[in-house]
Nanobody
Framework: QVQLVESGGGLVQPGGSLRLSCAST????????MAWYRQAPGKQRELVAN???????NVADSVKGRFTISKHNPKNTVYLQMNSLKPEDTAVYYC?????????????WGQGTLVTVSS
């Protein structure tokens, strides 16, 4: 199975930027969809953005125009570039691998990385 390790979280002021990374132990060519989710205190986990095997991207309305998802296949890494951060973006951000054209029932989550937006 695949293991995912997120990094790049931290404390940032409103209006600032962060780039999150998600390193996969499995080639991204074997994973249908890579996604970023987030969970704020007291709230349900929500989808932030995802990117498919053929590089189609989808971004939640709440972050559209501010966040960008991308991937670097040689490094098996997915990124979430977050700009113009707001206090409401504060959450634990999780990476998820979902589905495979080659493996049955592929699903994996990373351990999460905390993003805090505060002055």
């Amino acid at each position: 199975q695949v293991q995912l390790v997120e990094s790049g979280g931290g404390l940032v002021q409103p209006g600032g930027s962060l780039r999150l990374s998600c390193a996969s132990t499995m080639s991204l060519f074997m994973i249908n969809v890579m996604a970023w989710y987030r969970q704020a205190p007291g709230k349900q986990r929500e989808l932030v953005a995802n990117i498919t095997l053929n590089d189609t991207t989808n971004v939640a309305d709440s972050v559209k125009g501010r966040f960008t998802i991308s991937k670097h296949n040689p490094k098996n890494t997915v990124y979430l570039q977050m700009n113009s951060l707001k206090p409401e973006d504060t959450a634990v951000y999780y990476c998820k691998a979902d589905g495979s054209p080659y493996l049955r029932d592929l699903e994996a989550w990373g351990q999460g990385t905390l993003v805090t937006v505060s002055s």
